[in-house]
């Protein structure tokens, strides 16, 4: 886009925008209509085990608008009531101040507490989706965390930390007696309907009618279009640089027990590497295929050509690496993975154990919050080589551990939609404030997107041109470079340039 702005297409729309005459979905829309039902609520004679369950669902999702209101622009006018719309001119009982954040804060926290008291901590079975105390409790500690970010909190005011530690640490034993928890697969947690990770979820089917149909797009937006997927999901390499060894070491660290080659950049790395991209040569199961293997190599057409312009794929994506976190090996390609029913976790029990590890960096309990970060590594099946799941360098060190637990986020929640909140709350867009500076980041201002080219080369390490695939078998029994697919007992060797 030529700009970024409000009123681009690209824009979202759902803050900020202007009340019309006609009702539209908006924050202001919702809060009316959630402000009406908690007034009306009380007046029909209803038990209150049937209306206690419904207000406090009412009430968090009072304080989550007004959350996502807050992040984004501080403090807010707070209508905790109906407006009367028909007033006299000149009546000015419906302008309502701005708020300060402090007090926007305030109001957010006492609701979610209100809806604590009102909520079950499980939902049966059926209700699977809802919201309970502990979602409450979880969003507090969340609201509580980025008022203790520098965002709102410049002074480093500990007393706010200590504030966001307890919430979160209530968030996490209320969670904990009510069955949830680390589920023990990482892979497979996103198809587990009531399951113990999904603090938060937004419940998809699998239906096909048109009005009962809510499908969730990511499944066909990951698969790539040789297998009538979206192909439309692009991870840059820095991403795929942001992932650890699989000793918890970052690639090129001198103290850990593996050697990183930029042009293997797929080998011996975090497990959840592998769970959160497809890259060249890899095996990406899906219903229809379950040894899919992903080819992403490209060759010259000519020796004259500058850049490869042949592909193995079908509509290649614009960086060489694909996601398949939260993809599903038994989705079908036969609608193109259109009608995917996985679950979308909002708030994972992971992201309450680093919000509390963070908080409790930030009140000064640094052992405890290393043991945390260390916990999510363990679920994830990281070697634990140097006592701290490769993390030992940041031992003791403020800094060095809210870097830490920032870099974790960055890696556990990749294409979670939690990396821009992250970097806001802190201020790691540029250096303006000092926070790059004291976490030892690079800032995301100034740099560019880049992905991968994975060409082909001959023997002699000169570049393969020609109109075949250099690493198909052809009908005549040759292959131009290197068999792709060796018969069993021969060894494959890598003919490709990253």
Do not use: C
Request: hydrophobic share 35%; no cysteine.
């Amino acid at each position: 886009w030529p700009q970024i702005a409000i009123n681009q297409n690209h824009a979202n729309q759902y803050f900020g925008q202007r009340m019309t005459p006609s009702i539209a979905n908006n924050v202001w829309t919702r809060l009316k209509q959630i402000n009406i039902f908690l007034t009306e609520i009380d007046k029909h004679g209803l038990a209150p085990e049937v209306t206690e369950p419904l207000k406090g669902q009412m009430l968090f999702w009072r304080a989550w608008q007004y959350f996502e209101l807050l992040r984004l622009y501080g403090g807010v006018p707070l209508v905790l009531v109906p407006q009367n719309p028909i007033i006299a001119d000149g009546d000015k009982s419906t302008e309502v101040p701005r708020s300060t954040s402090a007090e926007t804060v305030a109001q957010i926290v006492k609701d979610l507490d209100d809806a604590m008291e009102m909520l079950p901590g499980r939902w049966p079975a059926a209700h699977w989706g809802r919201i309970t105390s502990g979602t409450a409790a979880a969003l507090k500690g969340r609201v509580l965390l980025t008022w203790a970010s520098p965002l709102f909190n410049r002074n480093d005011d500990r007393t706010r930390w200590q504030q966001a530690y307890d919430a979160n640490l209530a968030a996490k034993t209320m969670l904990e007696s009510n069955g949830f928890g680390l589920a023990p697969n990482w892979a497979n947690m996103w198809f587990q309907k009531n399951g113990a990770e999904g603090v938060m979820v937004t419940v998809f089917n699998d239906v096909s009618e048109d009005q009962t149909q809510r499908n969730n797009g990511w499944e066909r937006a990951a698969r790539p279009r040789q297998i009538d997927g979206g192909g439309s999901i692009s991870p840059t390499k820095q991403m795929v640089d942001a992932f650890p060894m699989k000793d918890g070491k970052m690639p090129g660290d001198a103290t850990g027990t593996y050697t990183y080659d930029p042009k293997k950049f797929y080998k011996n790395r975090d497990p959840r590497f592998y769970q959160t991209f497809a890259y060249n040569g890899s095996v990406w199961p899906y219903g229809g295929n379950s040894n899919f293997r992903m080819w992403t190599y490209s060759w010259h057409s000519s020796s004259g050509s500058t850049t490869p312009n042949r592909y193995t794929e079908t509509g290649p994506n614009s960086s060489g690496i694909y996601v398949r976190k939260a993809t599903n090996p038994s989705a079908s390609s036969a609608d193109g993975f259109e009608f995917s029913p996985t679950d979308y976790m909002e708030i994972r029990f992971a992201e309450v154990i680093l919000n509390l590890a963070e908080a409790a960096i930030g009140s000064d309990k640094p052992g405890e919050g290393l043991q945390l970060i260390e916990m999510i590594r363990e679920r994830a099946g990281v070697e634990n080589e140097d006592g701290h799941y490769g993390l030992s360098a940041a031992a003791g060190n403020r800094d060095m551990l809210f870097a830490a637990v920032l870099n974790e986020r960055k890696i556990e929640f990749a294409y979670e939609n939690t990396r821009f909140w992250d970097l806001r709350r802190w201020m790691l867009f540029n250096d303006d404030f000092g926070t790059l500076t004291r976490l030892g980041m690079e800032p995301l201002d100034g740099t560019r997107r880049t992905g991968m080219w994975i060409y082909v080369k001959n023997a002699d390490g000169s570049k393969y041109a020609g109109s075949d695939d250099p690493m198909i078998r052809k009908a005549d029994g040759t292959v131009p470079v290197i068999d792709r697919q060796p018969p069993s007992g021969v060894e494959f060797v890598d003919h490709l340039d990253a």
